[in-house]
Each structure stands twice: as structure tokens, then as C-alpha cells.
């Protein structure tokens, strides 16, 4: 395999071109840094697919350029304090995460433009009135016919990144083992899970099967059978990468380096695995109401 079956033990690095750096300074007394884009983009997490050099199909580009995640909020704070806001960047660009391991290089085209579409569509699913008041109509409307054209061409194109805002998801977690956790302490801390596809696959495949058996009407089913067809659209020998992003910014870094997220929803299906109904939705519900709390602080004034 290109990737090791524990790709965390491969010394995997981000980086935005070039070699790999050395190493990073830890944070210490820094003081953070300003984000003037915080009080308008909200905090972020990410699910993002790592595909092996040369694997990647372009749709508009020949090569992918190597760009900082720390770049996504800033764009979308750009976009939309413009005259007139921009729903999704003009073009379809090359850019896309590196991550590099030993010798190896993988990409994560970041696919803005296609998420920015997907993102409006489903708020205008929900009627959501912050978008209505944010955007004139014909911004709106042109942003709609941009989309149409773009994937009447490219109706296969599936986007690398998933987002959410204010919490990760659960049915992440069950792509990834607690021992697969990375924290990084430097001047730009994160904390992320990292699998390869193989494993991400292998994972979802026996938790959906698992839920199918003794959860069949439970929305998490769904959400694991959803998670596992998009993991499957890719190329078998990348890596699977959960970010918890802004949340790092939001609850500091020691908070979100000792969530047990995923060592609990392992617990999870153990428990169900052997017939403890009780003991797995019990531990169910511990997850679930620990991220409702983080995600009532959007609400906080």
C-alpha cells in the first residue's frame, strides 16, 4: 500500500508545498492570532479526502496547487463582506491540501466552488433567512445558473471536504480509533484523526452493517450508510482526515485534544455488538449531549 494501515504512525505532515517542515516551535505564551473573519464565519470542522499523486482527477485544472488550510475562512470572510457578497469564487482553481508522508504526497483538492453551491442549495432548502438577508436575489439567482452549468459538464465531480459548523458530527467518529488522534501544539495548533481509506472503508462498512442489524429505523444508520458511499468514491489507497478546525480556537487546545468522541462511540458499538442496548444508547446519548452543549454556544450572546 502506499499508505501504511496506520498512517499516524507515518509521521504525516501538512504542508503547502516543497519538503515537509522540520519541525514546529510549540506554542508557549504566543499570543493568538486575529481573526477578523470570526464573528462572521462560524467555527468550522472538517472531513476531508486525501487522495495519492496523480490520482486525482482535475475538472478544470492539469496540476493542483499546494494552499494553507489556515486560507478557507479568510476567502469566505472576503466573499462575503464584498460589494456585492460572492456566493462561490468566479473560477474553478487547482487548489488543494498537501499532506505529505515520507516520500509520499497526497492531495485534497479543496473543490470551493462546488461546496459553496452545495451549501447555498441546502439553505435554500431550509429556508433559511439569514441567506435571503445576506444576498441580494439576483446574486442568489446568478449563483444557481453558475451551478447548473458547472455540473450539466462535470455530473460525476464529488467533493473532497465536508464541513460542518460548531461540532463534528457523529457519524465521523466512526471512521477512526481513538489511537489515531494527532495534536499538533505549534503556532498553528490542531487536533485531527487520520486513517486510510482502507480502514475508513472497512469501518463503516461493519458499523452500517452493525446499526442495519439492530438499528434499522435510527438516523445514525442512514448517516453511517450516507458517510460510507461517499468514502467509496475515492481512490483506495488515500487518507481519510477528520479536522476539528475552529473548535480548537473555541474551546482551546487541551479541551478538544482530550475529546473521547471516538473512543466513546467505539464503546458504542461494542455495546451493541454484544446485545447491550441499553449500556451502547446510554453512551450514545453522552456524545450526542455533549455536543449539543458545544453547539448551543452559536446561540450564546
Not at 43 to 50: A, E, G, I, P, Q
Not at 107 to 133: F, H, I, K, M, N
Not at 144 to 162: F, L, M
Not at 211 to 237: I, K
Request: glycine content about 8%.
Amino acid at each position: 500500500m502506499m499508505c501504511s494501515e496506520r498512517c499516524h504512525d507515518a509521521q504525516v505532515t501538512r504542508d503547502v508545498g516543497g519538503d515537509p517542515p522540520a519541525g514546529r516551535p510549540g506554542r508557549g505564551d504566543a499570543a493568538p492570532r486575529h481573526r477578523p473573519w470570526a464573528a462572521v464565519v462560524p467555527y468550522r470542522t472538517s472531513l476531508r479526502v486525501y487522495e495519492p499523486d496523480g490520482a486525482v482527477g482535475w475538472a478544470d485544472t492539469p496540476r493542483p496547487e499546494a494552499v494553507p488550510i489556515s486560507d478557507e475562512p479568510l476567502a469566505a470572510f472576503r466573499r462575503l463582506i464584498g460589494t456585492p457578497p460572492t456566493v462561490a469564487p468566479a473560477t474553478t482553481s487547482g487548489a488543494a491540501y498537501l499532506l505529505t508522508a515520507g516520500r509520499q504526497r497526497f492531495w485534497c483538492p479543496v473543490d470551493e466552488r462546488q461546496r459553496c453551491w452545495s451549501a447555498l442549495r441546502a439553505a435554500r432548502d431550509d429556508g433559511a433567512t439569514l441567506l435571503r438577508a445576506s444576498f441580494p436575489p439576483h446574486v442568489l439567482d446568478d449563483a444557481d445558473a453558475d451551478y447548473e452549468r458547472w455540473s450539466g459538464a462535470h455530473p460525476d465531480t464529488v467533493p473532497h471536504v465536508r464541513t460542518s459548523s460548531w461540532h463534528v458530527p457523529i457519524r465521523w467518529f466512526a471512521a477512526f480509533e481513538d489511537g489515531e488522534r494527532v495534536v499538533e501544539r505549534g503556532p498553528e495548533p490542531s487536533v485531527v484523526y487520520r486513517t486510510t481509506m482502507v480502514q475508513a472503508r472497512r469501518r463503516l462498512s461493519r458499523t452500517h452493517a452493525l446499526l442495519r442489524r439492530t438499528a434499522p429505523r435510527d438516523r445514525l444508520t442512514g448517516a453511517v450508510r450516507d458517510l460510507g458511499s461517499w468514502v467509496n468514491e475515492f481512490h483506495p489507497r488515500g487518507v481519510l482526515e477528520l479536522d476539528y478546525g475552529g473548535l480548537v480556537e473555541l474551546l482551546g487546545l487541551d479541551e478538544v485534544a482530550g475529546d473521547p468522541s471516538v473512543a466513546s462511540m467505539q464503546e458504542v458499538f461494542a455495546a451493541l455488538g454484544d446485545g447491550r442496548d441499553r449500556d451502547a444508547w446510554s453512551r450514545y446519548r453522552t456524545v450526542v449531549d455533549r455536543w449539543r452543549s458545544v453547539q448551543r454556544m452559536s446561540r450564546a450572546s
